[in-house]
Each structure stands twice: as structure tokens, then as C-alpha cells.
């Protein structure tokens, strides 16, 4: 619900599954004079509340050779809420992670590729990857603890075939390590969605139990019928809907929908469609990130 | 030969930091009372709720008391029970008297449900509480005094309502006669009892049906006392709704300004929202007002409408935009599992709070408290709720077990992002 607008700081060198995009291309970063504008001019136009709120992504923020001027040119132009959307890595030094919470940084988009080293590590290409990350967000909150600063963490999963059977363990190692959103982001266009929806439906519930909010992009309410809550439609896009369920979809346009009135048990039995999955995902990216 | 006075402890849990004011109340007017002067000796345990029970039963014993008195809240009650257990096993002779908001509406159902409780008071305790230590000091008749609920020849009995304190005046001050001790941010204070307000979920009103109000000489002696208690520099009023009249706003922020001038503050008042314009804002600023604490509970029809809420949403935003120009944080408060609500209604306040930015948003669960319409109407309403102590709502027809939890869940993530800034 909390929105933040995206400055690129560069392009390349983020955590992606290396079946899906290939090898990970070098990161490139932009002049920190030119995204300290975009910064500026981001926050100068801010029309809603809460905020205004700055995500920096794109590439590795903590890469940029200028970032302590990036942030600084954010806390300058009164941003309320200020978001690196990292590995972590960096964060493993405490001189990182507490320079960045003293600086003003209060969100992480930290983004895992599963949860364990064997599907982590391995789509990601590095070993040890995983532990190392995971020490960073550690390193990150328990320097927020001490300093007494209120933090927000969110665990981002973009969710492929190659990564699916791991989202229950993905959501225990992001609660494990201390966020407190988890973001499932359906990004993959060839994803069996038929054989993938039980595994984000488990972990939604391994988030819930443990008291995290496990939240889904890119899959359509029909499709997760009794979790239609995680859907990021409901908590961000839909004023006041009621059953059922696609009442207002994003697929409305194309979609048919579920029949009016339709139990959660009917809807379960529907048969996601193959076009479906692609759609879900183009509208997905359509709609553009939302931290 | 003199007799031994009564020992009576009288113990509240409380949340960290906090003194009990009920008890406070209770002991002022006690020791007040001339039947019992000499013949009871008063002890106060204010401790907090996350000491274990069998420590603060530890403590409770080791004042050998006749009798154990115990301010209830639906917060601090299993502890309370469990306490009442073990000083009940250790120490028979001693009478178990509970009251408080958790005990005094369900009187009956609590003294079936726990034998070692002796007697509860119900309602306003002040005089009733009195009149029953005169009566065990004495050796007397329990069952003589009104406004309890006992047990009495194996049966469980009530006796007739009291009537309700006519002149607030009449209850000696906590803090003016020393029985309390002003601490920094702890320190309340009561200006009226009763509430505007028919909420169908809140006790807040007691039952009592009609607004008393201290004098405004007892309300100022009571303010100037513990503004200028040493260490204090914060302080809070219990007052169900501080704006009550505009008039009364006026007499509090004059009273308050030469406390405000020494940079004394006030925190979580509770007002309502929809009357503060930005002359309001501004007459609470200067009664030094920090942070407040409002609505709007729900903002959906259905459930504003089952708990008699009032709600003009251009008015509620009206009232945060003014305090955010005064520089007056506000906690804007919901409730999941309203009667009426399901979990879309619910995010779709969270929305409209979020899009207010008002400092702090705060979300809790439906608790079904005894003596509330809602406690009186669950079956009828469809609620599902904890019999036990804080009872929790389960369920409702408008949203299940699994989607009252997720709710819950995604408030808190909620909560901690909005918190998050700079």
C-alpha cells in the first residue's frame, strides 16, 4: 500500500535466476548528478500520501560510487521513506550498514532466488551467496536495534519454474532472517502456474504463521482462490471489492472470470488456461514494481 | 486489647511503566472513610503484566493479607486468575474481591468459573469497596453491602446495584492525597466519567449512561499537582474524549499554559477527530497537547452502522489535516472483525488511514468485551469469539478465522512500514 517511485541507478549486476536471463551482465550506473535530479524531481511531484518515498534500483545501489551523495540528495529533497532494493552483501560490513541507517536508508528490497544455498546459490551462480546475504539483513537490523530505528525489510522472490518448489523454504529463511514482507513476483511467462499456485499458497501460510505478510504480483485472484488476500490487487488496487472474487480484475478486459457467486471450493476447481500464466505475467509488468 | 487491623493488598498488573488509577481511586476514598480508619491497613502492589504470577503472588503472600482487592482488565485477567489460585491455596483464610471492566458485567459467570474468587464488586468501586472492608473489619454481613455479587450459602448472589457517585468531588484524589505517586509519561488523570459515545464494542462508558464531571477547582488542583510532580514532563488524561466541549477544551488548555511554557507535554489524549478544526488544533496545542489518539475504528457502512459509530469521512480528514498543521501527531486506530466489516472493508480502511499520513497507525483485534452490546448480541451478530480472557474474536460471517489472521498479519507489516522513515 505504501508506494515508492523507482530511480534507476543503473542497469545489470542484480540478483536474477541465471537459467532464466543468462550469465549476470556487469552493473552500469548512471552520473549520481543526473539520478540526484530524478530524485529531486521525484520527490518535488509526489501527489499522495504517504511520502514521498524513493526506491533506488535498477542495480546494485551500494555498486554506485556516489551513494552516500544519492541518499543524501534524497533525505535534501525531504523524502520520507528511503529504499535500496540490494543483494545485502554490502551490508555485511557494519561500517555499510550503519552509515546507510545513519544516512536516512530505512527500507531493503532484499531479493533471494530461494531458500536454501542449493537453489539460491545455485540459480544465482555464486556459492555462498545465500549465508552471505543473509548475514547483511542481520547485520542491518540488529544496527537498527541498537540505534532504536525503525526499519522495514522486504524479502522480494521472483518466482520462476526453476525456483517455484523452493517458496515455502523461501518464505522460512526471509522470516528467519528478520523481515517483514515478503514479496512473491511472478516473473516467468513459461511458469506452470497449475503446478506453482500450491507452493505459493504454503508459502503464504509459512509467512502468516510466523507472522510476516507474504504478498503475490502477477497472478490473478481467480487463480489463488481462499488466498485471494495475498494477491497485491486486494491490498493495494481494489476500493472496498467484494466476492466474487475478480468482481474488478486486472484481467477483466480479457478475462471472463469466475462465475458470479462462485465458492472458493468452485473456483478452485477451475482450470487456469494457458494463456492465463502469460497474461498474469505481461500485466504484471505492465503495472510496474511497487515496493 | 486492640484488635489487628485488616490487611488489605491491593494489586493491579499493568502495562510497563503505568500506575493504576482505579486503585488509586479505590484506596483514596477507603482511607478516607472514618469506619475504617484503624481498623484497615492498606498495602498497593502496582506491578507490571509481564511479571510472572507466581512472583506477584509471592509478593501478595508476603503480606499476609485478609484480604487481596484486584483491578481487573480483560489485559491482565488470566494472570489475575492465576494469581487468585495460588494465594488461594497458600492462603485460605484470605478474601479473594475482584472488580474492574473484565469482572463487574459477568459477575456471576466469573465467580461460577473461579471458586477462589470470594466477591466481585461491580461498577464504580469507590463506595461499595469501603462499605465491604467496613463490613469484613467488623465481622459483619457481606451480603449487606450493595453493588457486590457473592457467594453466600453456596449460592451465588447479587445484590442490588449502587446507585452512582452524584458529586465526583465527593472521591478524594489519588494524587492530591499522596495514595499515588505522579510518574514521567505513567500519570493520568480523570477529568469526567462516562462517555458521549454508544459504541456497541467499548466499555469506555461504563454503563454509567450520563457524563459526571470533576470541578473545574479539582481538575485544576489535580493538573497543577502533577505538572509540576518532580521528573514529570509528560503526562496523559484517561478521558474517553478530551474535546468533550469546546468550552471545557479552553479551561483545560488554560489551566495547562503555565505547565506548557515550562515545556510539560501531554500524550495519547483520545478526542474526537471530526470536531478539531484548526482553532481546535491550535487550543490543543496549546494546552500542550503531543500526540493524539482517535478513530475511525472501521469505515465501513456495515460495521459503522451495527456499533452505532458516526463517521463523515470529510470531517475525520478535516480533523488529521489540522493536527498535522499544528504539528500534533495523531494515532488513527482500526479494528478487524467488526460486526458488519469483512477483510475488504478492513484493507479499504487501512487505505483511507495510510492516505492521511497521520503519524501513526495502529490496528487491533476485535475483542468482545463483557458488558459491551456486542458481548450482549454475539450470537445474534454471528461472532465467534474467546470466552476466555482478552476474548478475542474468532470469527464473524462478514470474515473467517484464516482471512482474521492474514488481516492481522498484513496490518502489522503495515504498521512497521508506515513507522519506517526518516
Known sequence: MIRFADILVGNGGQVRCSRCHGEPQPASYRPAEEIAREISMACALWDGMPGPNILLTGAEPFGH??????????????????????????????????????????????????????????????????????????????????????????????????????????????????????LLHVEDGGLDLASALPWMSAACDTGVVNGVWVEVEGVPFCLLPGYDLHVADAVRERPGAKTPLCATCALDRVCAGAPAGASADQLATLSPPPFAARLAVSVSRARGVDA | MATAPLRCAMLALNSPGYRSLALGYLRAYAQSDRRLAGRVAFETLDLDTDVDPWWVAWRVLGLEPDVLAVSVTCWNARAVYEVCRIVASVRPECAIVLGGPEVGPAAAEVLAAHSEVGVIVRGEGELTFADLLAELAGGGKAWRVDGITLRRS??????????????????????????????????????????????????????????????????????????????VSTFSFIDPVFNLTGERLRMLAARMAPHVARGVRLHTIEVDIERIDPEAAAVLRSAGVASVETGPQTIGAGALEACHRPFNAERFVAGVAALRQTGISCECDLIVGLPGDDAYDFLAGLRFVLALDPGKIQSSTLHVLPGTELWERAAELGLEFDREPPHEVIATPGIGFRDLRRAEVLASSLQTAYRARI
Open chain 1, 65 to 182: 560510487p556516489e551513494l552516500p551523495a544519492l541518499v543524501a540528495a534524497a533525505t535534501d529533497a525531504h523524502c520520507r521513506r528511503l529504499c535500496l532494493d540490494t543483494d545485502a552483501l554490502a551490508l555485511r560490513s557494519p561500517q555499510n550498514a550503519g552509515g546507510s541507517l545513519m544516512a536516512g536508508v530505512r527500507h531493503l528490497r532484499w531479493t533471494i532466488l530461494g531458500g536454501t544455498p542449493g537453489v539460491h546459490d545455485a540459480l544465482y551462480g555464486e556459492p555462498g551467496a545465500l549465508d552471505a546475504s543473509v548475514e547483511g539483513i542481520r547485520s542491518f537490523a540488529s544496527i537498527a536495534s541498537d540505534e532504536a530505528l525503525s526499519i522495514s525489510v522486504t524479502a522480494v522472490v521472483p518466482v520462476c519454474r526453476h525456483n517455484a518448489h523452493d517458496l515455502p523454504a523461501a518464505a522460512g529463511l526471509a522470516v528467519d532472517a528478520g523481515v517483514d514482507r515478503i
Open chain 2, 154 to 231: 453456596g449460592e451465588i448472589v447479587a445484590t442490588p446495584d449502587r446507585a452512582l457517585v452524584a458529586n465526583l468531588d465527593d472521591l478524594p484524589s489519588p494524587y492530591l492525597t499522596g495514595v499515588l505517586t505522579p510518574v514521567d509519561g505513567g500519570a493520568y488523570l480523570e477529568t469526567y466519567r462516562g462517555c458521549p459515545h454508544r459504541c456497541a464494542y467499548c466499555f469506555e462508558g461504563k454503563g454509567y449512561g450520563r457524563i459526571r464531571s470533576f470541578s473545574d477547582e479539582r481538575i485544576a488542583a489535580e493538573i497543577d499537582f502533577v505538572a509540576a510532580a518532580p521528573g
